[in-house]
T-cell receptor, first 118, second 115 residues
Framework: GAVVSQHPSWVICKSGTSVKIECRSL??????MFWYRQFPKQSLMLMAT?????????EQGVEKDKFLINHASLTLSTLTVTSAHPEDSSFYIC??????????????FGPGTRLTVT | AQSVSQHNHHVILSEAASLELGCNYS??????LFWYVQYPGQHLQLLLK??????LVKGIKGFEAEFIKSKFSFNLRKPSVQWSDTAEYFC?????????????FGSGTRLSIRP
């Protein structure tokens, strides 16, 4: 149980275009989803926290107009990288927590999406 | 600000050697503690976790960690490493009362095992 999927797993886009990444909790409902960014050989940096039905909370230094987050349901959150540039190339990872109907301290991580902007 | 420190950036060991990776956090309240592993080219996997109770926690693949509250530490140990343990290891802290609280990751420790 507690499986989180991400789609796509790998995407290449041209500079200036927008890319949408989906994060789904497959067998549970999550009130909160988190989006992380990981540069090569570095740690995970939290970008934002999204709660179902409300606006996302962004970490300091993360441009909310560039990284649009939508959490429309208890099983789906999306991250849209708008007007992508090569410096946005990275590994994006989501996690789901605050399981609806359960109380647990654990978050469940997705497999990540590798974005390459050319 | 809350932070997690992993002092060893890169550890190189021979097979069968014992392992201890350090992790310290700065937060005075109740914390939930995790160790994650990321094998080359793969996604994060949970090694073990501590929420409450026995401070010595056993995880998968022979790993264990000890929570020492007075030292704000949660060090990871394994008595005898294998080549397949080569990976990046991340300590993480959830300074809250539910999984709806954000997790803060340490900078990671790269473990290289010589066959």
């Amino acid at each position: 149980g507690a499986v989180v999927s991400q789609h796509p797993s790998w995407v290449i886009c041209k500079s200036g275009t927008s890319v949408k990444i989906e994060c789904r909790s497959l067998d549970f409902q999550a009130t909160t989803m988190f989006w992380y960014r990981q540069f090569p050989k570095q740690s995970l940096m939290l970008m934002a926290t999204s709660n179902e039905g409300s606006k996302a909370t962004y970490e300091q230094g993360v441009e909310k107009d560039k990284f649009l987050i939508n959490h429309a349901s208890l099983t789906l959150s999306t991250l849209t990288v708008t007007s992508a540039h090569p410096e946005d190339s990275s590994f994006y990872i989501c996690s789901a927590g605050g399981l609806a109907g359960e109380f647990t301290y654990e978050q469940y991580f997705g497999p990540g999406t590798r974005l390459t902007v050319t | 600000a809350q932070s997690v420190s992993q002092h060893n950036h890169h550890v190189i060991l021979s097979e069968a050697a014992s392992l201890e990776l350090g992790c310290n956090y700065s937060y005075g309240g109740t914390v939930n503690l995790f160790w994650y592993v990321q094998y080359p080219g793969q996604h994060l996997q949970l090694l073990l976790k501590y929420f409450s109770g026995d401070p010595l926690v056993k995880g998968i693949k022979g790993f264990e960690a000890e929570f020492i509250k007075s030292k704000f530490s949660f060090n990871l140990r394994k008595p005898s490493v294998q080549w397949s343990d080569t990976a990046e290891y991340f300590c993480a802290v959830n300074p809250g009362y539910s999984s709806a609280s954000k997790i803060i990751f340490g900078s990671g420790t790269r473990l290289s095992i010589r066959p």
